[in-house]
């Protein structure tokens, strides 16, 4: 049928700004059962919530962004279906949404004291056409997609030429603290150091599927897929000033060396391609028991290229080639005696495609130049029952994950480097993951709904690693098998308690409660620093205030808890340990909404 809505939102944040959310939809049905389209636009306006006390601009970390979908169904025939869909997202960013801890260890007003500038923009296009076809004995579906991504992020920071290197900003933080300054007079030794980071893909996927019939003891599904990427990056050092600079000294040297205060360049692009077929076939062998075995096989082939370009000398590096094909195999066994039991056990192997280092290649070293595959075998079983007439809804899994070959971002010694270290991804070992989850829903009464999940994961390294640099403090450390993985609790829960009043004259008023608990959890696997445990309560509540016409109030972190979730190392041999950056990603700090809902 014909409709549409207008969703309006608009947000307080504590020690923020007011954000701004607008959201339009239709559906217009063209030729009944025949050709219909349906559009989505959006518009989010967040003002952000940290200052940054350096460059004293408030809600630095603001952003806007638009966004778009517009799709198309067509029918021609009873047996041919296509759909055709496109979707823009267009993301500019500033600042970014890390807080100093060192100055402000509890939250309570997110800042920042840095003297980099930061904005990024990240523009996405994505369009698919799929098409099913009904033969009677399967069906035959063809998708097609294309990916246009690109972004660019701008970081602007001083430097210092001294003999010490330590730079402007490491200078101001000291000066800010009260910390003595021994290195003189430095305002006539500074110059800016703009860079400009940028990277597009280009992507085309297609893929082929055909789907059996389920009509007897036998149903498989057969299909190849087919991806070509073709991504480029590009990253600026700039030092303003240095062109003019130089040429005065010596005319034209300048204009050589720094062409438009370019420093150094560091262009890139790779060419990836990936080829697999897959199947499954499932076997019925009485009307409670199936059994189902499949696989894929991929082969995945990528050409890199890289330079520099430093001091008017260009060294170019490429193609540099990695190839790699492997079979992913899987197995699974279920028990369906009834609709409202299941009982099942799978087993699956999945992996992440290896890659070249282009430092290694670019700067040598003894580092290998290309690193694997690294793949991960996942067993698990599970149970899912519905009880009383389907008011209650029970899930629990059990699960264990086998990693090999993993895929590893380290700094290391190499004495055979040129800086005697080097950074590169590495197969570092292996891992496993134990866990259980645990989902309930039940209505525990007309209109009262209570939906809980709880899950417990133990991941650890099987393996001691080689030595690595600590992202902290920059000495290299061994990191002992039986450590646990980074960013992996113990527990996390989700919680909410949802009343609904069925009463038209009231407007079908609801209220829903909700908690959030997420464990303890290591931050980085070189460092072991802690992230403690936090809880979010979240609270809900609207009605249908006129025809077509609703509310809703919104209270997110209710209880205004602002908690570290991640940190973030950015230690580059500080010469001045008091001021290295202590930065914390952190809960959005209380967030008061206000939504209106218009139906068509």
């Known amino acids: 049928r014909n409709e549409g809505a ?41 003002a952000g919530f940290i200052d940054n006390e350096a460059t004293g601009e408030d809600d630095w970390n603001s952003f806007n962004q638009l966004s778009g979908r517009l799709m198309a169904t067509w029918a021609p025939s009873d047996t041919v279906r296509i759909d055709a869909s496109y979707i823009k997202q267009d993301l500019d960013r500033n600042g970014n949404n890390q807080v100093d801890g060192r100055f402000d260890p509890d939250f309570d007003d997110p800042s920042q004291l840095t003297w980099r500038m930061a904005d990024a923009e990240n523009v996405t ?24 991504k690109s972004q660019r992020q701008n970081v602007e920071f001083g430097e210092l030429f001294v003999f010490d290197a330590v730079s402007v900003e490491e200078w101001s933080l000291m000066e800010y603290m009260g910390l003595p300054i021994e290195f003189g007079d430095l305002s006539s030794q500074v110059t800016w150091r703009p860079v400009i980071a940028t990277a597009d893909a280009q992507s085309v996927f297609q893929e082929f599927r055909l789907v059996s019939r389920d009509t007897g003891t036998f149903d498989w599904i057969v299909g190849a897929y087919y991806a070509d990427v073709t991504s480029g990056f590009d990253t600026d050092v700039y030092l303003e000033g240095m062109e003019d600079a130089v040429n005065a000294v010596e005319p034209g040297i300048g204009t050589m060396l720094y062409p438009g205060d370019l420093y150094v360049s560091f262009p890139g692009s790779q060419d990836a391609t990936e080829l697999a077929v897959y199947g499954e076939l499932g076997i019925d062998f009485s009307e409670v028991w199936k059994l189902t075995v499949g696989g894929r096989y991929f082969d995945f082939e990528s050409e890199t290229y890289s330079s520099s370009t430093s001091w008017g000398w260009t060294d170019e590096i490429g193609p540099l080639p990695f190839e790699e094909s492997d079979f992913m195999p899987k197995v699974s066994l279920a028990y369906h005696p009834s609709n409202d039991l299941l009982w099942y056990a799978l087993a699956s192997r999945g992996y992440r495609v290896g890659g070249v280092n282009e430092v290694v290649a670019q700067y040598g070293g003894d580092a290998p130049l290309t690193y694997d595959t690294d793949k991960l075998w996942n067993y698990e079983t599970g149970v899912k029952k519905t009880w009383a007439n389907g008011k209650v809804i029970t899930d629990v899994t059990l699960f264990y994950i086998d990693w090999s070959d993993i895929q590893l971002p380290v700094t290391f010694m190499d004495p055979s480097s040129p800086w005697g270290m ?51 403090t920059g000495e290299f450390v061994v990191v002992p098998a039986g450590t646990q993985l980074p960013g992996t609790p113990k527990w996390n829960t989700s919680t909410m308690l949802q009343y609904y009043f069925n009463s038209a004259k009231l407007g079908f008023p609801f209220i829903e409660l909700s908690h959030t608990y997420k464990g303890e959890v290591t931050d980085e696997l070189s460092v072991q620093g802690i992230i403690p445990s936090w809880n979010l309560f979240n609270l809900r509540f609207g009605a249908t205030v006129a025809k077509d016409l609703q509310v809703s109030l919104a209270v997110n972190n209710l209880l205004d808890d602002r908690q570290p979730m991640a940190r973030w190392y950015p230690y580059m041999g500080s010469f001045v340990p008091e001021v290295q950056p202590e930065m914390w990603f952190i809960t959005r700090p209380r967030s008061i909404s206000l939504t209106l809902q218009k139906n068509f």
Request: aromatic fraction near 8%; glycine fraction near 10%; charge should be negative.
């Open 6 to 46: 207008l969703h309006l939102t608009t947000t307080s944040v504590a020690d923020g700004g007011v954000n701004f959310l607008t959201q339009g939809m239709f559906n217009a049905v063209v030729s009944e059962g025949k050709f219909a389209v349906r559009g989505v636009l959006a518009y989010n306006d967040d």
């Open 125 to 148: 296009d994505i369009g698919n056409l799929t098409m099913t076809f009904d033969l009677g004995f399967a069906e035959l579906m063809s998708s097609t997609s294309y990916l246009d």
């Open 422 to 472: 080097t950074s590169a991804i590495l197969n570092t070992g292996s891992a496993h993951s134990l866990g259980a989850e645990a989902f309930l829903s039940a209505e525990l009464a007309p209109g009262l709904m209570f939906v809980t999940s709880i899950a417990w994961t133990e991941a650890e390294l099987d393996e001691d690693t080689m030595p690595i640099m600590n992202g902290e």
